[in-house]
């Protein structure tokens, strides 16, 4: 049970987006079909890390599906699919442009089954356009977002994130939106294609773009912000760092009475935001010299955060597998594995991706491939006998 029981999802992606996408349906309730591949399924099934010869990323991506493993170039296989669709609401999908076509599964002709449909498309650059039929990946969407442009130090060449920010945005935005469709299909009756791209995603996460209508260009400035000062991570003694954001006069100036710089509340040069940001440079330098008067950093970090300065330490991922914050508000969780697993019942991983207080989203376990053939199957019609033959044809192409 859960918020979206009731609703049915073919979930027909690969890889990151889209299978993030479908896993947020099921966090939520929703009876998610994933189509796969027979033989080799998702090639997120071979991301590491690797757990007896299992993926704990598709453990994460395709959690709470159901597993069907279907030839789409087969007519037969695509005959079994118009089966399922009178009963589906939801069809998601990550091919690029065209391929669901030549499966006979586009948005079409799926509409000609059930007008009502919503029809969820994930790609790199959207379903129109000229670059729509190019393949793209996350690291492409950052580079032509603009976003690895403004990533990294000054003077340095340009960085990408160190997470899969496209692929991470564009699921939780196919979702978002699917959501938004659902709601609207819920008032209406009728239904709609969503097209979501990576690139589309990522440009509108990049807040530096309206700069271009004053003739301005954001650049990299390393871990400092171009508009925000003093918003950043400051170095100490020993290689330690801390992040200080001081952004508002009330934070700025409690920041300077903590250093034992009044007086700077008061200098011209940093009295104002934009003066701060015109002075970045003295003032990171200011900062840091407070800084390196602390042989243990964690001395003046506990300074600033009793004076209310925002601020703290950069956590590596052991920090955050650990902390018991995130442990108790369920951000992370004991999550169920896969079958196949055998060294492991359970692993940490990122919980749903919010708190409900009556309808809480729940992790259920990802399935092995092929696992629900003969459930789904039989529940249309489809005979044991009939299961076997097309499986074993399937397996052999």
């Given at each position: ?17 889209g299978?993030a ?9 929703a ?6 591949r027979p ?12 757990v007896?010869?299992?993926s704990?990323c598709q ?13 789409l ?10 089966r ?10 990550s ?7 030549r499966f ?6 799926v ?11 994930v ?7 000229p ?5 793209g990946?996350?690291l492409i969407?950052?580079?032509m977002?603009?976003?690895m442009s ?15 920010l496209?692929d991470?945005f564009?699921g939780?935005n ?6 938004t469709?659902?709601?609207?299909w819920k ?6 294609h969503?097209d ?37 991570l ?19 100036e409690?920041l300077c ?20 940001n ?13 800084l390196?008067?602390y ?5 003046p970090?506990?300074l ?6 925002p601020?703290?330490?950069?956590y590596d ?6 902390d ?12 169920p594995?896969?079958p ?9 991983a990122?919980?749903p991706?919010?708190?409900f207080?009556?309808?809480p989203g ?7 491939l ?12 489809f ?14 192409k």
């Open positions: 049970m859960g918020m979206l029981d009731g609703i049915r999802v073919l979930d027909f992606t690969m890889n990151a987006a299978p996408a479908g896993a947020l349906m099921s966090d939520y309730g009876d998610v079909i994933k189509i796969e033989v080799v399924g998702d090639e997120c099934r071979n991301f590491p890390p690797i007896d010869g299992n704990l453990c994460w991506f395709n959690r709470g599906k159901a597993s069907v493993t279907v030839d170039t087969d007519p037969e296989g695509t005959e079994f699919i118009k399922l669709i009178p009963d589906t609401n939801i069809i998601i999908e091919y690029r442009p065209g391929v669901m076509k006979g599964l586009d948005y079409e002709t509409c000609s089954i059930r007008p009502d449909i919503i029809y969820v498309s790609s790199a650059f959207g379903q129109k356009g670059y729509s039929t190019r393949p990946y996350d969407a950052q580079a977002s603009g976003v403004i990533t990294g130090e000054a003077g340095g060449p340009p960085m990408k994130s160190g997470l899969t496209g991470l564009g939780m196919a979702f978002a939106s699917a959501m469709a659902l709601y609207h008032a209406t009756g009728v239904g709609q969503v979501i791209s990576l690139v589309h995603g990522l440009i509108w996460m990049n807040g530096s773009v309206e700069r271009c209508n004053v003739g301005q260009c954001a650049k990299r400035q390393g871990n400092h912000h171009p508009t925000l000062s003093p918003y950043g400051f170095n100490g003694k020993n290689g330690q760092s801390i992040i200080i954001a001081a952004v508002n006069k009330k934070i700025w409690s009475d903590v250093m034992g710089r009044p007086e700077l509340k008061h200098d011209p040069k940093f009295e104002v935001l934009n003066n701060r015109e002075n970045q440079q003295e003032l990171i330098g200011y900062i840091e010299a407070w390196g008067q042989d243990d950093i964690n001395v970090l506990k600033l955060e009793q004076a209310g300065v601020s703290c330490k950069v991922n052991n920090d955050v597998f650990s018991p914050h995130y442990r108790g508000n369920n951000w992370l969780v004991k999550a594995v896969m196949g697993i055998t060294s492991m019942d359970t692993f940490v990122r919980g991706n919010a708190g207080s009556r309808e729940t992790f259920r376990r990802a399935a092995a092929g696992e629900h053939n003969y459930e789904v199957m039989e529940r249309y019609g005979p044991k006998e009939e299961i076997d033959r097309l499986q074993a044809k399937w397996a052999k």
